[in-house]
């Protein structure tokens, strides 16, 4: 009996939300089972609230002044910093990706893909502003210069492609200054949240991105209707959905983006980052 | 020093506490009163502040108490840079709080400095919003008396309905508690027909039992209110503290018959925190506290939260707060 011993307990994680840097539960209290492929019980998520997405909304836009404030230079040696983070995790998101049904060589992939995502919208960061921005040829002794500013608060409905596609929604946005609060793959979230544990390791500031777990059709119209977002990117909403959140949008004018669902692996293209930009035009004098 | 109140023995208010019967007089009793108040119980006050400030206020019992939150706010600005354009601005916002919604009611009172006390007054005429001043070298509370009273002759000349004096802490912390009485009835003197609002400071009291002290000192002087902080000292509002005093306005009122408002100021920020108070007051006070004449809330940003969730209700979408004033 003495010789023996004990058998050690597991200690498992227990999958909260990401809001402004902390990994609260739901409000609500609230949680629901997460499958894998085969419909096992994979883990507990928490099911965010709408009280949930309306604090998640205030970390937001509390931490917008300060990332949209930074130079463009930095920006992108934080999403570096994360491509570092993520790669020191690869065993760990590999063994997440397998338990939602990946095979050992998908998964492999999709985690390399992964990396490889941020590194590439860390090196637009500094370089978005030279694309997307103009020195305007005017007639007059004037310099006319246009340049690119973030939208703001953005809402993000990530695809059900629980670490490629979420990473491929969530690098375009904040890499230009915008925060954003993203409602994770309903079916699996579970990565998002580990995800979460690289960004608040990675020296991204909290409140940069926030992530909520549980039902979009819950959550999604709160966001779209909240009048201190200013975008909104609808790319994991279900298509009888989509309508409604437009029409939601609205009331405030948001920006509403809706690009394809399909396809992570391709070169996703300057789209995402100029969805949620604005353009700034001044007017310099010229001469003394 | 000249008071004479007539204490009665209350059931409510416990056996330590030693109150005659008798017609007393005299620093030395004012002295002996105070120091055989009833101590309090800080682990249970908190408790209490606590628990009942779990209570779940929701629907139309939410936007009734918004509303008489609303209807509570002193609106402030006290700030060394505040310059007439900004209190013409917080009056216009007192007068009509959300300028898209005519439904929303106006605010208590306009809280600002003594020599801003005339723009406030010529702004607000005609609305029935009372203009408070805050007088006697606030925050600090550390000036000669005859400064003090000058302060306050200023601000009620100037058209102040209500002033907010400060007690001297200095005086009262060294147990030098006629100094203090006498300075808050010469204040009181000196307001005429405005009320007088008795800050107690309480960050600086140190203990609850101090707070309970103070708040009998300031009633006994002639506090028409007794508010608890400038909002220039950390901690200010807190719960624990606004029960010690809501139970000494009770208490008066049970002995005396005289009713004294309270008023707890700054580090209120969110409609939780205001319907929290409100919950507090109707529990320990009663419901006869649960007016403007004797209940207020100290506070600016406040209002701004009151009126989103307000507008959360009435709208149904959340709202920002690019949509309201900026103060």
């Known amino acids: 009996m003495s010789d023996r011993m004990p058998e050690r307990l597991a200690v498992r994680k227990t999958y909260k939300l990401f809001i402004g ?9 609230r949680s629901y089972v997460v499958t894998d492929a085969k419909g096992r019980f994979t883990a507990n998520a928490s099911q965010a609230s709408r009280k949930d997405a309306r604090d998640a909304v205030a970390a937001t836009r509390k931490a917008f002044p300060g990332w949209s404030g930074r130079t463009p230079y930095n920006r992108g040696q934080i999403l570096y910093r994360i491509a570092e983070m993520l790669e020191g995790r690869r065993d760990q998101f590999v063994g ?25 919208y860390a090196g637009w960061a500094d370089k978005l502003a030279a694309v997307t921005g103009a020195a305007n040829p005017v007639s007059g002794p004037y310099f006319n210069f246009s340049a690119p500013e973030p939208t703001g608060v953005v809402a993000v409905l990530a695809p059900d492609s629980p670490l490629l596609g979420l990473v491929s929604v969530v690098a375009p946005v904040i890499v230009s200054g915008n925060t954003c609060v993203v409602v994770a793959s309903e079916p699996a979230p579970l990565p998002s949240i580990t995800l979460a544990e690289v960004l608040a390791t990675s020296d991204l500031p909290g409140g940069v991105v926030n992530v909520l777990t549980g039902r979009r059709a819950e959550i999604a119209p709160w966001l779209a209707s909240h009048m201190d977002v200013n975008a909104l990117d609808l790319t994991g909403a279900a298509a009888e959905d989509v ?29 995402r980052m100029t969805a ?5 035009t001044v007017w310099h004098p010229m001469g003394v | 020093m000249s008071t004479t109140i007539r204490f009665v023995r209350t059931a409510r208010f416990g056996d330590a506490g030693e109150v005659s019967t008798e017609t007393l007089n005299g620093a030395a009793e004012l002295r002996a009163f105070l120091r055989g108040l009833p101590g309090v119980d800080r682990v249970g006050a908190e408790e209490r ?22 209807s509570m706010v002193d609106l402030t600005t006290l700030e060394g840079a505040d310059t007439p354009g900004k209190v013409r601005a917080l009056c216009a ?29 010529r702004a607000l005429a005609g609305t029935g919003i009372g203009v408070a001043s805050v007088a006697t070298s606030f925050p600090s509370g550390r000036a000669p008396l005859e400064a003090k009273l000058a302060d306050t002759r200023a601000a009620v000349a100037a058209g102040a309905a209500e002033i907010d004096m400060v007690i001297d802490r200095g005086a009262f912390l060294a147990g030098d508690l006629g100094k203090v009485f006498d300075e808050i009835t010469a204040v009181k003197e000196a307001c ?42 950390s901690p200010a509002a807190t719960l624990p503290v606004t029960l010690v005093m809501l139970e000494a306005v009770r208490d008066y009122r049970a002995a005396t018959g005289r009713q004294v408002g309270v008023k707890p100021a700054g580090g209120i920020r969110t409609t939780k925190d205001a319907v929290r108070y409100l919950v507090l007051v109707n529990e320990t006070a009663g419901p006869d506290w649960l007016t403007p004449e004797w209940f207020r809330l100290g506070a600016s940003s406040l209002l701004n939260d009151l009126l989103m969730q307000r507008r959360k209700l009435s709208t149904g979408v959340y709202s920002g707060p690019d949509y309201f004033t900026l103060d």
């Open chain 1, 243 to 271: 309508r409604a959140l437009e029409s939601d949008a609205a009331g405030n004018l948001k920006r509403v983006f809706r690009g394809a669902e399909t396809g992570w692996t391709a070169d996703p293209g300057t789209a």
């Open chain 2, 49 to 70: 502040a606590a628990r009942l400030a779990s209570r779940s206020i929701k629907t139309t019992a939410k936007a009734e108490a918004i509303d008489l939150a609303i």
């Open chain 1, 276 to 280: 949620f930009l604005e353009t700034k």
């Open chain 1, 96 to 120: 997440e990706l397998r338990r939602a049904g990946a095979s050992k060589g998908d998964a492999a992939d999709e985690v390399d893909a992964a990396v490889d995502r941020w590194v590439w």
């Open chain 2, 93 to 121: 916002k007192a007068a009509r709080p959300d300028p898209s919604d005519g439904t929303v009611p106006k605010v208590a009172a306009v809280c600002v400095y003594s020599d801003l006390v005339d723009v406030a007054v």
């Open chain 2, 192 to 233: 005429g027909t405005a009320h007088l609002k008795v800050i107690l400071e309480t960050g600086e009291l140190a203990t609850l039992d101090n707070v309970r002290r103070a708040s009998w000192l300031a009633m006994r002087a002639g506090a028409d209110f007794i508010k608890t902080s400038t909002g220039k000292v």
């Open chain 1, 21 to 29: 840097g902390a990994f609260p539960r739901s409000e609500s209290g």
